[in-house]
């Protein structure tokens, strides 16, 4: 029996992937098959996924988890293909997000395209599991989220809510973030599959919303989605 408790951690069965890799091709104006060329270099980063399980060993709550990044294949791609000079992520928790996300800032500056994290969490021991290789291309602000995003200068690129889950926080989130976003920034919600505010949001912003829903492979979990939130389709 797997000892997971929350933050599921699975692997996309290859139908859902393929379904995946199509909607960032769309929302991003990328060619389909760079956008898959992104995604396996993700699932072939074995010093990531290295790090991750040797960081577990030592955390009786996740000694048997495998890494599985499900939609955070997709937060990858995003950041890939958008090349986002900032990024920001809402609830950090253990920092597999943040590992994702900063894993796609890592290329993207090899590439030519310097781009930095923030990642907001009430936690102080909140993204434990972020490799010292890429701690450089991020920062973790610690506080009330909404807090810390009143504090932000902006422009944001890229913003990823999954801190409280509540609806209302959520969409006081998207409200704050509203003037600080840059002209062509996405917005992606982590809990779009619970909840209607990043599609509420969207309406009254009268920007395009679209939903991905997980297939996990081989996991109890039924899974879980993303909301995506263009300025425009494509973005490009």
Do not use: M
Not at 8 to 32: K, M, T
Not at 90 to 119: M, W
Not at 160 to 178: F, G
Request: glycine residues 8%.
């Amino acid at each position: 029996a797997r000892t997971e408790t929350n933050n599921f951690y699975y692997n996309l069965s290859d139908s859902n992937r393929a379904d995946l890799v199509a909607l960032v091709a769309a929302v991003s104006g990328e060619p389909i098959d760079r956008i898959r060329e992104y995604v396996y270099e993700l699932l072939e980063d074995s010093r990531l996924s290295e790090h991750i399980e040797a960081s577990w060993r030592f955390d009786s709550s996740r000694r048997d988890s495998v890494v599985g990044f499900g939609r955070r294949e997709g937060w990858y791609a995003f950041a890939r293909a958008l090349k986002p000079k900032v990024l920001v992520e809402t609830g950090i928790h253990d920092g597999v997000g943040a590992c994702v996300l900063l894993s796609a800032l890592e290329r993207n500056k090899q590439e030519g395209f310097p781009g930095h994290y923030f990642g907001t969490d009430i936690d102080p021991v909140a993204g434990w599991l972020i490799p010292p290789h890429l701690e450089g291309f991020g920062t973790i602000l610690i506080g009330d989220s909404i807090t810390s995003l009143k504090k932000f200068d902006g422009p944001i690129d890229l913003f990823i809510n999954d801190s409280d889950h509540s609806a209302d926080y959520e969409a006081a989130e998207y409200e704050t973030i509203q003037p600080l976003l840059s002209p062509n920034a996405l917005i992606l919600g982590d809990n779009s599959h619970a909840s209607a505010s990043l599609r509420a949001f969207s309406a009254h912003r009268r920007r395009p919303f679209l939903f991905f829903r997980e297939v996990p492979e081989a996991h109890w979990y039924p899974g879980a989605g993303i909301g995506v939130s263009p300025a425009a389709l494509p973005l490009s």
